[in-house]
């Protein structure tokens, strides 16, 4: 049922004359955006140190229920996490991906602490992908924009005249500039992606190597599996081994 002007306006009323009775403040604005700075600045030894924190005093009760509140509070700071990464130079794709997966995960939890570790690990994990993207990586406009177009279409065949055109500069000069910031060719990023792909599909799936080579737009089987073993000195089959023994055996 949806309230009227009036009747919202009286129950905000309400709340604010409760608030000031009982002394409740928020958070003060810029205490609240320096934990998404920290976040999005890829600050993860702070992070570590220094626990943030989900539920504190000061950041209001969006629910009666001590759950549900604790459940509207992950979803509220994911979203600004994921916004502020975003705003940060990552690509929208990895970053609502990661989001979605954590809100997922919360989704599954009825306990308060358990909601409280997830929000830290949601934290230093943006935070940890942050610091490594400032550490690889370029952060001019155009840069983001081609790697944004990357994260969104490497499992398809991409060129980079699709690129260019898609943030409407030249290709001579994206391709230039792209090798100035990153260090590499924009041909070896999207291999790289792909790479980086092909190792979560081997190690969380069980794709076949030709289903893998298919998916992520390698011209055959045999160049996937040629590519990968000169990256990570590893066959795919070797590869998948290794991290399934990993897996079990509770390893990173």
Do not use: W
Not at 185 to 214: F, G, H, K, M, P
Request: proline fraction near 2%.
């Amino acid at each position: 049922m949806s309230l009227s002007e009036s009747d919202i306006q009286k129950e905000l009323a309400s709340s604010m004359y409760i608030q000031r009775e009982e002394g409740i403040v928020h958070l003060p604005y810029k205490m609240e955006m320096g934990f998404y700075e920290i976040v999005s600045n890829g600050n993860v030894e702070q992070l570590e140190k220094n626990k943030p924190p989900l539920l504190c005093k000061g950041q209001g009760t969006l629910s009666d229920d001590s759950v549900r509140n604790a459940r509207y509070h992950f979803v509220v700071a994911t979203a600004l996490i994921t916004r502020f990464c975003i705003e940060a130079g990552m690509s929208k794709e990895d970053a609502y991906t990661t989001s979605d997966l954590f809100i997922r995960r919360m989704d599954k939890l009825n306990d308060i602490d358990e909601i409280i570790e997830l929000h830290q690990e949601c934290a230093i994990t943006f935070a940890k992908a942050m610091r490594d993207l400032r550490k690889n990586y370029g952060s001019s406009s155009y840069i983001r924009q081609a790697i944004d177009y990357i994260s969104a279409n490497f499992n398809r065949p991409i060129k980079i005249s699709q690129i260019s055109d898609s943030i409407h500069i030249s290709e001579k000069y994206l391709s230039t500039l792209f090798k100035k910031e990153t260090g590499i060719s924009l041909v070896s990023y999207i291999e790289q992606v792909r790479l980086q792909e092909a190792c979560r599909l081997l190690t969380y799936t069980d794709l076949t190597y030709s289903q893998i080579a298919d998916n992520l737009s390698f011209s055959s089987q045999s160049y996937f599996i040629k590519q990968f073993k000169k990256k990570y000195s590893l066959t795919p089959m070797q590869y998948r081994i290794n991290n399934k023994k990993k897996s079990l055996l509770g390893g990173n």
